[in-house]
């Protein structure tokens, strides 16, 4: 069910879908079981907003339940109203699928502790509050091999949304791939300080391509920076979802997010009353990270991509293993050492070969 957020707090507040009332705790009928979901963007966004709401219509479609969802909910105190109004009106698992609604989620939870809240790439959880993820710095390092190979300039240009962890980790996981093929390699880099805004996104990769760029990659999502490279005849990646649509001959691969499963199952577990709270976090190896079809390169680099899939996928390349500088040329990851999970989910530098300053 489509509510748009305006109509759905004004519904609400009205008191129009108070008459469902919450199956919650033991066994639930399917037909009765209804999922929450909030995005930070529009489902159109064709990136991540847009993966988020296949996940939801196959958990649908798979368990025969029932969910709603509002879209373009801002990080701020509109997200606790809506969130709320949906622990208001029967929803027995909640997803929350962007990281600034993590607090706004830990507030819902604890005046509503029979509801299930999951919240996408947060870190702080509850009894009622489970946290989940996917592993997408594991395909910004094959995007950064390829960009080693493909890049004449050796400069790839990137834009980055907000300046935490889940995204810095995927700027470095980009120039350490890149490195490996070209150890003189830079990632000039610019954050935009939204998840989604096709009008500045544009704008800053045509800043990039003007500043010697020639490639673009992205953790926005929309497709404008794809579109301007390929309005220059210049390659790129997509974002979350395969993008190739909107840029035909400019896609080198994106990174796809699956949230089927994961919301199957989590939804299924809600129902029968076996949902605890937990942190899931999952890449390649579980096909929670797909990467889109390697197009739009020579076959040996396609190769080349497909083998270090392969070799994230099996366990036999870890990438955040030492030596690893920061931008300043100190060494952040010594030799032989690798960076534990606590360490990635923290990550609060840039490695060398990464241009510009983080965000104050």
Do not use: C
Request: proline residues 4%.
């Amino acid at each position: 069910m489509s509510i748009k957020r305006r109509t759905f707090i004004q519904a609400a507040g009205a008191g129009l879908a108070a008459s469902s009332l919450p199956l919650l705790g033991g066994k639930a009928r399917a037909a009765d079981f209804k999922a929450g979901y909030i995005y930070v963007g529009p489902i159109g966004d064709f990136g991540w907003s847009y993966q988020h709401d296949q996940g939801r219509l196959a958990a649908d479609k798979a368990l025969g339940t029932t969910s709603t969802y509002v879209e373009k909910v801002p990080e701020g105190a509109d997200a606790e109203r809506v969130i709320r109004e949906l622990a208001e009106t029967g929803h027995g698992v909640i997803f929350t699928t962007s990281f600034g609604f993590m607090d706004a989620t830990l507030k819902v939870a604890r005046d509503y502790p029979d509801v299930k809240f999951e919240h996408a790439t947060g870190y702080k959880r509850a009894d009622n509050v489970a946290t989940y993820n996917i592993r997408f710095y594991e395909g910004r390092y094959i995007q950064g091999i390829i960009a080693g190979k493909m890049s004449k300039a050796g400069v790839v240009g990137y834009i980055g949304s907000i300046p935490i962890p889940e995204v810095i980790m995927g700027m470095n996981a980009f120039i350490l791939g890149m490195r490996t093929i070209n150890p003189n390699a830079k990632l000039k880099q610019v954050f935009i300080n939204s998840w989604y805004d096709p009008g500045k996104e544009a704008d800053a990769a045509k800043a990039l391509l003007d500043q010697g760029a020639d490639l673009m990659a992205q953790h926005t999502d929309s497709p404008a920076p794809l579109q301007v490279a390929a309005e220059r005849g210049l390659k790129g990646f997509g974002q979350a979802s395969d993008m190739i649509k909107f840029a035909p001959n400019a896609q080198l691969t994106s990174s796809i997010d699956h949230w089927d499963g994961y919301y199957t199952e989590r939804i299924k577990a809600a129902m029968d009353g076996t949902w605890k709270s937990e942190d899931v976090w999952k890449g390649l190896d579980t096909g929670m990270l797909k990467m889109a079809d390697y197009a739009n390169m020579p076959d040996d680099v396609k190769k080349m991509a497909m083998d270090t899939e392969e070799a994230i996928r099996t366990g036999k390349l870890t990438i955040f293993k030492g030596p690893i500088n920061a931008q300043d040329g100190s060494v952040k990851v010594a030799d032989g050492t690798t960076l534990n999970d606590g360490d990635i989910a923290g990550m609060n530098w840039l490695a060398e070969g990464v241009e510009g300053d983080l965000p104050k």
